[in-house]
């Protein structure tokens, strides 16, 4: 018998000839079991059937096992994980990453809707949730650019975008279309690029005057945290949604109070951009303008179960250009 955590483990007997994967006995140590997907490297990463069924999980299932992880320095916040990222490089199909963020290069639009799926990212309310410890060395978009852990959408199979449109500035600062023409037209390389800071986006905007519908709505069942007592989330009741009686509402910013996130909504300084929706929830990501209202940081997200992009439609939107550092 072989223990494959002892300093002396033959990795020649534990992996397949070509090196690249371990046996089909062989589970995969820490990360072993997270989210209830296959813990087989060789079952995990090549196994037949939809991507979003087994391997796009068991990506954002590593991340999530890593960022609930305390880290001894901060640079180590995407270097530590590169070396299991980039073997889901040779999947099939491939799973490329921009800062940490999953791209599937598999039919036309997958790319971009894995992308946008991921970029709705939350920081993890259910236990002992605390205002997110940002490192301002990564992009404010990415998990990599904050000391919490993230929470990802496991199966995205009926995540759909709502008209969001991506480029990817690459090392000559140049902004490349993530899919133009329903063809993906980005090299592997920059695809698997850990240095990106900036995206740009095209997507809808929700208007402020639509908040100030919410604040005059009765709110209740509020959910606070169990152990920092934050407030993570509501339900409230909107007469434009398809059940009136339920719409709960998931932030993932530090909230002490439900009216400090209607302030924010209402600031100008603040803007919510509409990314897509599942089954019966939409997903938002709040945004604060910088000073030179040139580009935006990421503050957060917002999602509302109970509702559809056909009740979203009857909001008053804008089309935007946004750049996200």
């Known amino acids: 018998m072989h223990c494959r955590e002892a300093l002396c483990s033959p990795l020649r007997l534990l992996h397949r000839k070509d090196m690249k994967n371990f046996m089909s006995w ?3 140590g820490f990360f072993a079991g997270a989210g209830g997907v ?5 079952k995990g990463l090549n196994a037949a059937g939809p991507f979003c069924e087994r391997r796009q999980p ?4 590593h991340v999530e096992n890593f960022t609930a992880r305390q880290l001894s320095y901060d640079t180590d916040s995407l270097a530590a994980l590169l070396g299991i990222l980039r073997t889901f490089e040779s999947a099939v199909p491939p799973i490329y990453h921009i800062s940490g963020l999953p791209i599937v290069r598999e039919a036309a639009g997958t790319a971009t809707r894995s992308f946008i799926s991921a970029l709705g990212w939350s920081h993890n309310n259910n236990h002992n949730f605390r205002s997110p410890k940002r490192r301002s060395t990564f992009p404010s978009w990415s998990w990599i650019g904050w000391e919490a852990t ?5 199966d995205d199979s009926s995540f759909t975008t709502f008209e969001v449109e991506v480029w990817i500035m690459d090392r000559s600062k140049t902004f490349l279309a993530l899919e133009a023409s329903d063809q993906i037209t980005m090299s592997s390389q920059v695809l698997s690029s850990e240095i990106s800071k900036v995206i740009r986006l095209s997507a809808w905007v929700v208007e402020s005057t639509i908040w100030l519908e919410w604040r005059r709505c009765p709110v209740r069942n509020i959910r606070r945290a169990p152990e920092s007592g934050l407030i993570v989330g509501f339900c409230v009741s909107l007469h434009y949604i398809s059940d009136k009686n339920y719409c709960w509402v998931s932030v993932s910013q530090e909230i002490q109070q439900i009216g400090n996130v209607f302030e924010k909504l209402l600031d100008s300084r603040f803007s919510c951009i509409i ?3 599942g089954i019966s929830s939409v997903n938002m990501l709040l945004v604060e303008w ?3 209202r040139e580009f935006v940081t990421r503050v957060g997200t917002i999602s509302m179960v109970g509702t559809n992009i056909a009740d979203i439609q009857r909001w008053k939107l804008e089309r935007r250009f946004i750049e996200l550092q």
């Open 290 to 292: 910088q000073p030179s």
């Open 58 to 61: 068991q990506f954002v299932c």
């Open 38 to 42: 296959s813990t087989s490297w060789s």
């Open 150 to 154: 993230a929470l990802f959408l496991k």
């Open 275 to 277: 990314l897509g929706s």
């Open 26 to 28: 062989i589970r995969p």
